[in-house]
């Protein structure tokens, strides 16, 4: 009988889960499609074939379902972009993976990015900060990259001479930039754009051999 029980609570949990993903996946899309305004929890469930009280079940709101979101969208990203720069030399190997990963997730999550900046545009608070970030907004992410950054100058494989804070605001400056521009011009092309923006910022941090 217990067996029974927890086999059953088992199989409604991964059943939940899969709902809850799948609401989540409906929410990028529509709002790729139809701006942050315009998607209604009513619109996001009638994309996949539920009620807005289904959704209702698994997310107190549409606040909590765009912080999940939010957070689908990171680790979606650092899952992708992880191994690529940990394959990597630490130095400047390592930070061309960096940028061309963070580019080339963009380029095959164009939804992702189009959602992301809908988000970003829409959900600041009345003293412009992120209501939807929490401790993963934008300046977290360049003061990961300040930290790596001295990292590696500590480490020697990097150019000891540059400023790691505003080298990482410029860097995540440039990237950024991209993900709007994606969201305006399905026609982008990110690829190059990627290349360029490395083989910019590789000279300015390369340490002299």
Same mark, same amino acid.
């Given at each position: 009988?217990?067996?029974?029980?927890?086999?059953?609570?088992?199989?409604?949990?991964?059943?939940?889960?899969? =709902? =809850?993903?799948? /609401?989540?996946? #409906? #929410?990028?899309?529509?709002?790729?499609?139809?701006?942050?305004?315009? #998607?209604? @929890?009513?619109?996001? $469930?009638?994309?996949?074939? &539920?009620? !807005?009280?289904? &959704?209702?079940?698994?997310?107190?709101?549409?606040?909590? @379902?765009?912080?999940?979101?939010v957070a689908e969208i990171i680790e979606a990203g650092k899952v992708y972009m992880?191994?690529?720069?940990?394959? !990597?030399?630490?130095?400047?190997?390592?930070?061309?993976?960096?940028?061309?990963?963070?580019?080339? *997730?963009?380029?095959?999550?164009?939804?992702?990015?189009?959602?992301?900046?809908?988000?970003?545009?829409?959900?600041?608070?009345?003293?412009?900060?992120?209501?939807?970030?929490?401790?993963?907004?934008?300046?977290?992410?360049?003061?990961?990259?300040?930290?790596?950054?001295?990292?590696?100058? #500590?480490? $020697?494989?990097?150019?000891?001479?540059f400023d790691p804070h505003f080298m990482a605001i410029a860097i995540r400056a440039a990237i950024d930039a991209a993900a709007r521009r994606l969201?305006?011009?399905?026609?982008?092309? &990110? $690829?190059?754009?990627? !290349?360029? /923006?490395?083989? &910019? *910022?590789?000279?300015?941090? =390369?340490? !002299?051999?």
């Amino acid at each position: 009988m217990c067996s029974a029980t927890g086999a059953a609570r088992e199989e409604r949990t991964f059943i939940e889960t899969a =709902r =809850r993903t799948q /609401i989540v996946q #409906a #929410a990028i899309d529509t709002i790729a499609e139809v701006g942050y305004a315009r #998607a209604s @929890l009513a619109r996001i $469930g009638a994309r996949i074939g &539920i009620s !807005k009280g289904l &959704i209702g079940y698994h997310f107190a709101g549409k606040d909590e @379902l765009i912080r999940q979101v939010v957070a689908e969208i990171i680790e979606a990203g650092k899952v992708y972009m992880i191994p690529r720069i940990l394959a !990597k030399p630490p130095g400047p190997g390592m930070l061309r993976a960096y940028i061309e990963s963070n580019l080339a *997730f963009m380029r095959e999550h164009r939804n992702y990015m189009v959602a992301i900046s809908e988000i970003a545009r829409n959900g600041l608070t009345a003293d412009g900060k992120q209501r939807f970030y929490g401790e993963a907004d934008m300046d977290g992410f360049a003061r990961e990259l300040e930290d790596a950054l001295s990292s590696f100058q #500590a480490g $020697g494989e990097l150019r000891p001479d540059f400023d790691p804070h505003f080298m990482a605001i410029a860097i995540r400056a440039a990237i950024d930039a991209a993900a709007r521009r994606l969201a305006q011009d399905p026609d982008f092309d &990110i $690829g190059n754009y990627a !290349k360029e /923006i490395a083989s &910019i *910022f590789d000279p300015a941090t =390369r340490a !002299k051999t």
